[in-house]
């Protein structure tokens, strides 16, 4: 498509019709059914990378801002395509040249990686504006005008009719200004994950102890991987085997995380079981119903756990699902609530694909993430040295299993180690 032909072509066709409505309103309402619903209003609205502004006289000077900026190479700000003429209107079309055929988010959801050569470019944006008199007044005062690129994580602003010059005593309050707003994007999430383990995403792999020496044999894998922690799930052991072996891996390895999924006890009872058998310590609980409705005002069994662990002064992470495989299906439009509702009952929300070994969509995943802010997010089924990079905008925790085995309870080094390297890329 022919963005400028087409609307080129709208223009005339809305100038020429006998269509008493405001021609703003028709030229806007025409080229949304050309594109797509978009964001924002007519006075400004963009669809996908690009940028399109319907009014009076003061575009000619935006269409002139435009073009001076493109001569800096400002990639946060739209190229100018066109500026079409349309009886008493304009129509401006601009294009984030750095953003080809992507979406444009607020860039606060802070859902995506900010690359550093991604703050860097917007820095030397800032920078090389400023060295030329002129500067965006709103880029230090909150995120209401800072967008990004979903795929490039390529920061942008909107409404650069307001670019304005500026007093040189001002340059380096707004370069301060900028540089305090670049420095709070760029900090990780913190939660539980990033406070036990420094850092986020990070692995722990699912160890499903077909007996001891076996068990003991993958453990020793994961650790010399680099792993700092792994939960042992009871297929193949019963839990009472299970957290025995907590002990005796506990007695060679102190320094290792170790959290328990024991999938015949509900999670309060899995808790006090492991504090009562394993020495008063156990690093985490995986359970994989939360039983949250997030239609309802009472979370009666999410109550319970919190009760359980209160009493018993647990400071540990609870993983527990929500939308997760083999549960209650959660409608995908509920899928931020009954994440923010779960995250006042749990350290981590845990989902998963549909099935073990099956892939979650990354759609599901993300709406999950925008429900629970910086709060903690698992995922347990289905990652893949191949698919792991579309998740870790989202994810604090990837719980892998059956992806990194030999066979069922053996962990596999070469597989292990790759998806650490997919990680780490």
């Given amino acids: 498509m022919n963005i400028v032909e087409e609307i080129q072509a709208i223009v005339a066709r809305e100038v020429a019709s006998d269509d008493p409505r405001y021609l703003a309103s028709r030229l806007g309402d025409a080229i949304t059914a050309l594109l797509g619903p978009g964001t924002g209003s007519i006075s400004e609205k963009l669809y996908r990378q690009y940028m399109i502004q319907i009014g009076g006289d003061g575009l000619v000077q935006d269409a002139e801002k435009l073009r001076w900026m493109q001569q800096l190479d400002i990639s946060a700000a739209p190229e100018l395509l066109a500026l079409i003429p349309s009886d008493s209107h304009f129509v401006l079309i601009g294009r984030y040249a750095a953003c080809t055929d992507e979406q444009l988010v607020p860039v606060d959801r802070r859902k995506h990686v900010l690359t550093p050569e991604a703050i860097r470019r917007f820095h030397r944006d800032m920078v090389v504006l400023s060295d030329h008199g002129m500067f965006h007044p709103f880029v230090g005062r909150g995120f209401a005008h800072w967008l990004i690129g979903e795929t490039s994580g390529t920061i942008v602003l909107n409404s650069w009719s307001v670019l304005w010059p500026f007093e040189p005593r001002e340059r380096a309050e707004m370069?301060?200004?900028?540089?305090?707003?670049?420095?709070?994007?760029?900090?990780?999430?913190?939660?539980?994950?990033?406070?036990?383990?420094?850092?986020?995403?990070?692995?722990?792999?699912?160890?499903?102890?077909?007996?001891?020496?076996?068990?003991?044999?993958?453990?020793?894998?994961?650790?010399?991987?680099?792993?700092?922690?792994?939960?042992?799930?009871?297929?193949?052991?019963?839990?009472?085997?299970?957290?025995?072996?907590?002990?005796?891996?506990?007695?060679?390895?102190?320094?290792?995380?170790?959290?328990?999924?024991?999938?015949?006890?509900?999670?309060?009872?899995?808790?006090?079981?492991?504090?009562?058998?394993?020495?008063?310590?156990?690093?985490?609980?995986?359970?994989?119903?939360?039983?949250?409705?997030?239609?309802?005002?009472?979370?009666?069994?999410?109550?319970?756990?919190?009760?359980?662990?209160?009493?018993?002064?647990?400071?540990?992470?609870?993983?527990?699902?929500?939308?997760?495989?083999?549960?209650?299906?959660?409608?995908?439009?509920?899928?931020?609530?009954?994440?923010?509702?779960?995250?006042?009952?749990?350290?981590?929300?845990?989902?998963?694909?549909?099935?073990?070994?099956?892939?979650?969509?990354?759609?599901?995943?993300?709406?999950?993430?925008?429900?629970?802010?910086?709060?903690?997010?698992?995922?347990?089924?289905?990652?893949?040295?191949?698919?792991?990079?579309?998740?870790?905008?989202?994810?604090?925790?990837?719980?892998?299993?059956?992806?990194?085995?030999?066979?069922?309870?053996?962990?596999?080094?070469?597989?292990?180690?790759?998806?650490?390297?997919?990680?780490?890329?």
């Fill in 175 to 425: 370069l301060s200004a900028v540089d305090r707003q670049l420095t709070w994007l760029a900090k990780p999430r913190m939660n539980r994950i990033t406070e036990t383990f420094g850092k986020s995403p990070v692995l722990l792999p699912v160890v499903h102890p077909v007996d001891r020496d076996t068990a003991l044999r993958s453990i020793d894998v994961v650790r010399a991987a680099g792993c700092k922690g792994l939960f042992l799930i009871n297929q193949g052991m019963s839990s009472r085997e299970v957290l025995q072996l907590v002990r005796d891996v506990r007695a060679r390895d102190p320094e290792l995380w170790i959290g328990v999924n024991l999938l015949d006890h509900r999670a309060p009872d899995a808790l006090s079981d492991a504090l009562d058998q394993c020495d008063g310590r156990i690093d985490g609980i995986w359970a994989d119903n939360a039983h949250i409705d997030e239609h309802s005002a009472a979370q009666p069994r999410a109550e319970e756990f919190v009760a359980t662990r209160r009493a018993r002064n647990w400071n540990g992470l609870y993983f527990c699902g929500v939308a997760f495989k083999y549960q209650r299906d959660v409608a995908s439009a509920d899928l931020p609530r009954s994440a923010a509702v779960a995250a006042r009952y749990m350290d981590v929300v845990c989902t998963s694909g549909p099935g073990t070994g099956q892939a979650a969509d990354v759609d599901k995943v993300c709406a999950m993430r925008e429900g629970l802010g910086d709060g903690a997010l698992a995922l347990a089924s289905g990652v893949t040295p191949e698919n792991v990079r579309a998740y870790m905008p989202y994810v604090d925790a990837f719980l892998v299993g059956t992806g990194i085995e030999e066979s069922f309870g053996v962990i596999d080094k070469t597989k292990l180690a790759a998806l650490l390297r997919a990680m780490a890329v």
